[in-house]
Antibody, heavy 124, light 109 residues
């Protein structure tokens, strides 16, 4: 059974840094691109970042580019999101999600498994 | 950037009703369109990818159609467990962006 379990969400102040983690199990982690998606309270979904199956390529939404860094550790089957210079508008539930297609075609066919999310609150 | 819109933003329906949700892209996205269902407090669930391919395990009452800029999600006979918010998502821009639509909330009439 595929499982994705996020952790690391807390209340922080504007300008602070935070690292989110996502522990993956039930599939061959090395074969799939992985994403972070966030959802502000009562709002819709916003894609945040993608890391390719081999970790060599990373992509970001314009809203987080230069502040967030996605990474993965294949030895731990884990995905990470380093968030720096946090802003109030970064507040939300952060989901990690697995790509629906293995290998190079990251994202074309949607995200088939999602974690339960971890809540980040940025407030002074 | 590709913008996604959905209509209606919400609808009320009864069990057994046929429900159609529309999604429109600001430019042609071929068939790179996915649909998700999200219930309160839960993660989104992939229903349909590539405009019309049903994800494994999803009931056949869900169907998708369209190409280019206009797409639809249809629930042929609404069931109690289908009351949720539905999002479309473009994946044409992969890997540089995966824009979601604003969502359509389906609730009980």
């Amino acid at each position: 059974e595929v499982q994705l379990v996020e952790s690391g969400g807390v209340v922080v102040q504007p300008g602070d840094s935070l690292r989110l983690s996502c522990a993956a199990s039930g599939f061959t982690f090395d074969d799939y691109g992985m994403h972070w998606v966030r959802q502000a309270p009562g709002q819709g979904l916003e894609w945040v970042s993608l890391i390719s199956w081999d970790g060599r390529s990373t992509y970001y939404a314009d809203s987080v580019k230069g502040r967030f860094t996605i990474s993965r550790d294949t030895s731990k089957d884990s995905l990470y999101l380093q968030m720096n210079n946090l802003r109030a508008e970064d507040t939300g539930l952060y989901f990690c999600a697995k790509d629906n297609n293995s290998g190079e075609s990251s994202g074309y066919y949607g995200f088939d498994y999602w974690g339960q999310g971890t809540l980040v609150t940025v407030s002074s | 950037d590709i913008q996604m819109t959905q209509s209606p933003s919400s609808l009320s329906a009864s069990v057994g009703d046929r429900v159609t949700i529309t999604c429109r892209a600001s430019q042609s996205i071929s068939r790179y369109l996915n649909w998700y269902q999200q219930k309160p407090g839960k993660a989104p669930k992939l229903l349909i990818f590539a405009a019309s391919t049903l994800q494994s395990g999803v009931p056949s009452r869900f169907s998708g159609s369209g190409s280019g800029t206009d797409f639809t999600l249809t629930i042929s006979s609404l069931q109690p467990e289908d009351f949720a918010t539905y999002y479309c998502q473009q994946s044409y821009n992969t890997p540089r962006g995966f824009t979601f639509g604003p969502g359509t909330k389906v609730d009980i009439k």
